[in-house]
């Protein structure tokens, strides 16, 4: 086999060992980013679900959204790994509420920035409620500036077929 072949002369001639990274393409759709709601707030008639890690957690959404903003919904061609397309993402409240209402959801940063959706339906939230967000198998955590504001950084989990583990 080619891969083999590839292997054994690296090892024998570089002394390297050969890393296949997967890449976005195989897990880009992969994985939800949740994170806990830790206020809520109604300015100028829009409800606001302030969240503990916004762009300091999963800045993809944001850049999404911003530019969504700026070019007034054109939709452009997805400039990876911060923009893949508009509503790449969809976001859900894990709340037992049947009731539904129209938020803007904000991390808790100093920053107008800080938004990573505008004026979207979902289950009725309380502090405490945890949002989430799929589609983010890649570069969730490492395209984002953790560091901003120094807030705790947010914690990845990973799930397999014998449970959760940290």
């Known amino acids: 086999m080619l891969t083999e072949k590839i292997v054994s002369t690296n090892a024998n001639t570089l002394k390297a060992r050969l890393f296949i990274e997967s890449g976005r393409f195989v897990v880009c759709t992969s994985g939800n980013y949740y994170t806990k709601i830790v206020d809520i707030k109604v300015s100028r008639g829009t ?23 700026v070019t007034c919904g054109v939709e452009l061609e997805g400039q990876e790994p911060l923009y893949t397309s508009n509503h790449a993402f969809s976001f859900s409240v894990l709340s037992s509420s049947e009731e539904e209402e129209y938020v803007t959801i904000v991390g808790n940063l100093c920053t107008s920035l800080d938004v990573l959706a505008n004026n979207v339906k979902l289950k009725k939230a309380v502090i405490g409620d945890v949002v989430s967000i799929n589609n983010a198998g890649s570069y969730s955590y490492s395209l984002s500036p953790l560091m901003f504001s120094n807030y705790e950084f947010p914690r990845q989990y990973y799930k397999k077929k014998d449970g959760w583990i940290e």
Request: proline residues 4%.
């Open 47 to 69: 409800k606001y679900l302030v969240v503990r890690n916004g762009l300091n957690g999963f800045m993809r959404p944001i850049i999404s959204n911003l530019i969504e903003k």
